[in-house]
């Protein structure tokens, strides 16, 4: 079975670097909020480009402790996509804010057009968070040209773009402050949960820091409330020496994989999704869009055929019963989202993938329906 992610092939491949990171912690005596930390935010910072950056617990605390740092509170309107992993969302409900969402481009990305009409028509909505999904970047140009015309707090959420470009640009570097995850399957994943705020601003950068540890501004001195939400050092160790090492290569890797597929993935059924004109996208997913009534079909497919497949997402956020009850605004059809949770299918793209990997995902794509 072809998987849309091989651990056990990184494990093989990382084994002596993650077990000589093990062994820096365990010999150090020091767990929590130390130097593999610090040396991984500064390796991390280096790689993104970007001046700061804080480890966090999770992907989810970091977009919500973004949020809280630019000033979102209770009651506070939120601009965002209905297609993304839930967390997105989530971060906004955690703090009470309200989520307001518009439909998306073709692409699947939050259309920043109609986040400018609606900004325009909305002065109350203050705050945008916008995904760059699937590893396809946003086009930053748009997106801070939105920033400067109505003054909007922007939280990046750079969860599956680490290492995407827009035009030569990092994603994350054109709103107050980037929020990515560690999650195992992510292009940077950890061996366990883990995240990051990433920021160009020295103010937001100390303010992360306290909040990530209960509000702790001295030792035992609390101005506010905060979180627990420390990255370990044995999660930053593992990152630092082992993974962001080969965070490159693997990136070059994908960027190999989606290239053959989009020249090579020819079927009358089978769409790609992207990438949109500008982006240098890192694919963490590599999306594809068939007949809504076939998609079932084709992942069955799929697997009879040794290759596995994912959706994302199959339900739009706002159609999430969790929403339910829970102050939120919808503002348009969300009709290209919808479509676009009914057609989606995720094919491996993993770094992993033996060229004879990709070539049968491919033959069997191709040969759909026969
Ligand atoms: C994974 C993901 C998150 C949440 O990250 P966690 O580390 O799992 O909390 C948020 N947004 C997007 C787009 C994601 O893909």
Not at 93 to 106: E, N, S
Not at 350 to 369: K, R
């Amino acid at each position: 079975m072809i998987l849309l992610n091989d651990f056990k092939r990184q494990w093989e491949d990382q084994r002596e670097s993650l077990q000589t990171a093990f062994e820096t912690v365990g010999s150090s005596g020091w767990y929590i909020l130390g130097s593999e930390l610090r040396g991984f935010e500064e390796a991390l910072a280096r790689y993104w480009e970007m001046q700061y950056c804080v480890g966090v617990s999770s992907g989810l605390d970091a977009i919500e402790l973004g949020l809280r740092i630019l000033g979102c509170k209770a009651g506070d309107y939120v601009l965002t996509t209905p297609v993304s992993a839930y967390a997105t969302t989530l971060a906004i409900i955690k703090l009470g804010a309200v989520p307001v969402f518009v439909d998306t481009d073709r692409y699947g990305l939050l259309d920043l057009d109609r986040c400018a009409h609606t900004l325009e028509q909305r002065p109350e909505i203050s705050f945008l968070l916008p995904v760059h999904l699937y590893g396809n970047a946003l086009n930053l140009d748009k997106l801070s040209a939105l920033r400067a015309r109505f003054g909007c707090r922007i939280v990046e959420d750079c969860a599956q773009s680490i290492g995407a470009r827009f035009e030569g640009r990092n994603t994350g570097t054109v709103g107050g402050l980037a929020a990515t995850s560690f999650y195992p399957t992510k292009n940077l994943g950890a061996m366990g949960d883990g995240g990051a705020i990433l920021t160009n601003s020295s103010e937001h950068d100390a303010r992360a820091r306290v909040l990530r540890d209960y509000g702790q501004e001295g030792k035992y001195r609390h101005g506010e409330n905060g979180y627990n939400s420390r990255l370990d050092e044995l999660q930053a160790a593992l990152l630092r020496r082992a993974l962001l090492p080969a965070l490159p290569g693997w990136t070059a890797r994908r960027r190999h994989i989606a290239a053959r597929y989009l020249s090579e993935i020819c079927h009358p059924w089978v769409r790609g999704l992207g990438p949109p004109p500008g982006s240098d996208s890192c694919w963490h997913l590599f999306p594809v869009l068939v007949p809504p009534h076939k998609k079932s079909l084709f992942m069955s497919y799929l697997r009879n055929n040794e290759v596995s497949s994912g959706e994302h997402y199959p339900t739009p956020i706002p159609s999430q019963r969790a929403l339910q009850g829970v102050a939120h605004l919808i503002l348009d059809g969300c009709e290209t989202a919808n479509e676009i949770c009914r057609s989606e299918v995720s094919l491996p793209i993993h770094p992993y993938l033996t060229e004879a990997e990709v070539s049968h995902v491919i033959e069997v794509v191709n040969a759909w329906g026969d």
